[in-house]
């Protein structure tokens, strides 16, 4: 008789404004520009070939810059910088390395929406600290919150494939204002009612007044 209780992570710690300040200050090149970000490893399962093939593919009237921020886990970015050269993109792409405490959440606070076209994730906590800032995430039906995603209209989803990453990249663009705006609402409650750690506990709390604890074997993954 098993029973499943859903993972969660904290939102945001500090001051919003001044960490999307710092992160900028930090990353002159960014500018005041809008861009989308990828947090995560660099990694061939996360997709980022088809990531920079899209955007480069991607009309781009609002000047927008696409920001990688990872550490090279697999040394892959070598490769990848060469294909952001060979699109002619490499001037609009930019490599931060691994971001931390403030930096982190000051990419998440500054970015206008979140991407990650993976082929798979166990959970995705990036995406959901994303939510906790207020940000549409755009990603992949790899990523296992996709349905939650979907469900509360807190981004959009679609194959992992270059053509799925392009109809993500598109549909943000074909966004208005007002519809991003209503996202970005939908995001942060999406992440306060499915991902947010304390519901998560009580989740859990709830099923253990349930069940004879003594009988109950955990098991966790991540």
Known sequence: KERVV????????????????MFRREYPKVGESPFFLFLGRIHPIK?????????????NEEGAQLVIAGPDSSGMRRQLQALTC??????????TGMLNDD???????????????????NFGVVVAEALACGKPVLISNKVSIWREVEAAAAGLVADDTQ??????????QAASAEERE???ILARRCFEQSFEIGRSVQRLLEVLREVDVSRVKVVTSG
């Open 86 to 95: 060979e699109l002619g993109i490499a001037d609009r792409v930019i490599w």
């Open 182 to 184: 209503r996202m970005s």
């Open 6 to 21: 859903g993972y969660g992570t904290t939102g945001p710690v500090g001051d919003a404004c001044f960490q999307a300040s």
């Open 47 to 59: 997709g980022l070939d088809i990531l920079i093939r899209a955007f480069a593919a991607t009309p």
């Open 103 to 121: 930096l982190k959440w000051g990419a998440l606070q500054a970015c206008s929406v979140f991407v990650l076209p993976s082929h798979h994730e």
């Open 163 to 172: 053509e799925g990453t392009s109809e993500l990249l598109q549909g943000w």
